[in-house]
């Protein structure tokens, strides 16, 4: 059975309707309006209806795209975000923090205290990653710039590390805020070069350990299948062999008492940023063949040069604009807008911004409006979006729970892969019941978002989904069973309910 069916069938079917006032504004938004504006952001809010009202598509578009905007949250959830020491804290700080806290309980006796230091240690690293988490969700659900929060996820996905692995808790803070945000609408070279400097996908995918006469390929198989390239784009298992070893000594900086000795030879070819560092002791320099063409030995500029050569590819084109066309428009998106965006990608040179406005300009995807179902994140950020409309939350917690629940926590992909953009991974029969009572508790306000972390719980009341955002934008869209589904609601929080859980809601 499809979703759409499944989510009719859980809404209740009572016979008590309540009675709502109804204002519309006199100029409401078209059909098409509505349509491009809930797949620009995390779906429909007061603010970003207001703002495209005031500026018009164009200008929207414009100001989205400009990379410079800056990114404007509600003062309350800036504090929030800044109040997490997975953000606030050099990601070097807390990685010090951590070598000095494992020396120390490494010294530490055989016994009960030393358990419970570990223990302790555990329990930091988690609260770390689910800072980072609660950080990236208040972003997408409070964010002004509401395309750029979903390329924030959308490149998350894409570049995808997982959390539980190694140090990557105490770093995933900065992925998301220091590699990813800055450059989500930038030149996708400058992404990739940013994702392959950071530890944490220099620990995910183990090039930390690739050195010379110790070759490990696994980050470079990914970069080429799974980050630029794609599957069946035309490089050989010998492209992957010759780019591990273009990236052996490409890793993290490890913690020296002394600094890095080198010979006159390797000094000048020694790279360090940050926790990232090149060390040419341990680099090949031998002269290799990437894709066709001869890359020589010279350190990390044969990094540069690779990164440069793979990201200038027509595949590489093809497949990012395919994938953000799959997130976008369709599962199965037009094959004439992906090969439009594609010949953005290289007439810009990977410009993402440029890329996107192709797409957001197109008639395809107005033409798909209805047909492209929600992710978990998209769900439950668009949920928060529409329910509370602005107010701030005080715990984010519950929204980790929820996705968790439906089985797309962030950090929490176990494959390199990323997760699944289209439909049947997320349609079963489980997910949909999931979703309804996910709805349920947002609608009925039983949820913990208003108390903050260590408070007795205190109610925050339902939220009123029943307001002029409802008639202008949403209601009109409405297909007649969800209309009569609302209708037999009996009270304003079943109502609440029966809206989130709708197929109108579900797709966009």
Known sequence: MLPRHFLLSLLLTTSLAPAYASTRDANPLSHDDIAWLRRDGFDLDSASVQRYRALGRSRFLDEQLDSHTPDSLPPEIAALISSYEAVRTPQEQLIAALEDEQKRIKDMPDGDAQAAARKAQQQHANDLLQQAQQAELLRAVYGSNQLKEQMVWFWLNHFSVYGVKAR?????????????????????????????????????????????????????????????LGVGSGYSQQ???????????????PRRDQPLKLGPKMAPFYV????????????????????????????????EQAVELITRQPACAQFISRKLAEYF?????????????????????????????????????????????????????????????????ANAKPMLNWLNQLGEPVFGRLTPDGWPLEATGWASSGQMAKRFEIARAIGTGNNQLFTPEGSPKVGAGFPMLTTRLYYDAIEPQLAPATHSALGKAMSQQEWNTFLLSSPDFNYR
Do not use: C
């Not at 944490?200 to 990914?222: C, I, P, S, T």
């Not at 010759?242 to 993290?252: D, E, K, P, S, Y």
């Not at 953005?344 to 492209?372: P, Q, W, Y």
């Open 239 to 253: 492209d992957v062999q010759q780019l591990a070893l273009i990236l052996t000594g490409v890793g993290i900086t």
């Open 168 to 228: 990557i808790r105490w770093v995933a803070g900065d992925y998301a805020e220091g590699t990813i945000r800055p450059r989500a609408l930038g030149k996708f070279k400058d992404l990739v070069m940013a994702t392959l400097e950071s530890p944490a996908m220099l620990e995910f995918l183990d090039n930390a350990q690739n050195a010379k006469g110790k070759v490990n390929e696994n980050y470079a198989r990914e970069l080429m299948e799974l980050h630029t």
């Open 329 to 393: 428009v369709a599962d199965e998106p037009p094959p004439a807008l992906v090969a439009r965006m594609a010949k953005t990608f290289e007439r810009s040179d990977g410009d993402i911004s440029k890329v996107l406005r192709t797409m957001f300009e197109s008639k395809e995807l107005i033409a798909s409006t209805g047909k492209k179902f929600k992710d978990p994140t998209q769900f439950v950020v668009s949920s928060v979006r529409l329910a509370y409309d602005g107010k701030p939350v």
């Open 272 to 303: 360090h940023q940050g926790m990232f560092e090149f060390n040419p002791a341990r680099h090949d320099f031998s002269d290799k063949v990437l894709l066709g063409q001869k890359i020589k030995g010279s350190g990390f500029s044969e990094v």
